[in-house]
């Protein structure tokens, strides 16, 4: 398609625009060139508001953390509950924008709403006794464990609806992979028939980890 005539647009639409890309066709489509392909527009007109790829997804990072409910996990509630609350609350919008954990690892989190999340969890930590080293590894840790467990449960989605389970009946007496030698793994088979639900998971997750991080810590943090 050829580029119309350059229109204003809002940076609303631009990011409306790139996050389509992101979920239609992945993380290495979306480029202001790839949007601006998207909007009919030419590159020049999007440079205007995004001057660069990492404008761009500093922008869709800063989409995403604008959702992110801070406020409603003020000083008045316990550490432990705003902690899993900041947890819970990253979780569900990624949940809802899976594409979005590969923007929050590419992406220095440095814009207002990353920070404004960042600082929430700080001094939730804080309350709970940590020092300002501690309080930042372990943000970290929160991070991560909410980042990883949305980028497994959506793989496992994606595998699922792309590939139905086996007919047994059907199924060929002898497996193609290299690997299988006629092991067995009952314990792994059996966790997997268990049917465990994602967020009941998540949650089980994060108050295994606050257990661990809220714990007194010993003198040495070696």
């Not at 990253?90 to 920070?115: C, F, H, K, Q």
């Not at 609806?161 to 059907?170: I, K, L, R, S």
């Not at 295994?208 to 714990?215: F, I």
């Amino acid at each position: 398609m050829r580029p119309g005539p350059r229109r204003s647009l809002t940076h609303a639409e631009i990011l409306d625009a790139a996050f389509e890309l992101l979920e239609t066709k992945g993380f290495e489509a979306v480029s202001v060139r790839g949007v601006a392909g998207a909007l009919g527009l030419t590159p020049t007109a999007m440079y205007t508001y995004y001057p660069n790829k990492g404008a761009l997804l500093a922008g869709m990072v800063e989409r995403v953390l604008g959702r992110l409910d801070t406020g409603a996990t003020d000083g008045a509630a316990p550490a432990r509950e705003r902690i899993a609350a900041l947890a819970d609350g990253l979780r569900s919008i990624l949940v809802e924008r899976p594409g979005a954990v590969g923007l929050l690892l590419a992406t220095p989190l440095d814009g207002p709403n990353a920070r404004r999340f960042d600082e929430a969890l700080l001094a939730a930590f804080a309350d709970a006794g940590l020092d300002p080293v501690a309080a930042g590894r372990a943000a970290h840790a929160v991070r991560v464990h909410a980042l990883g467990a949305v980028a497994f449960d959506a793989a496992e989605a994606a595998r699922a609806q792309a590939e139905p389970a086996p007919d047994v009946a059907t199924a060929p007496a002898t497996s193609a992979t290299l690997w299988d030698e006629g092991e067995t793994f009952p314990l792994g088979d059996r966790t997997r028939e268990l049917g465990d639900d994602p967020a009941g998971r998540f949650a089980w997750g994060i108050r295994r980890l606050l257990d661990g991080l809220l714990a007194s810590e010993p003198a040495s943090r070696d």
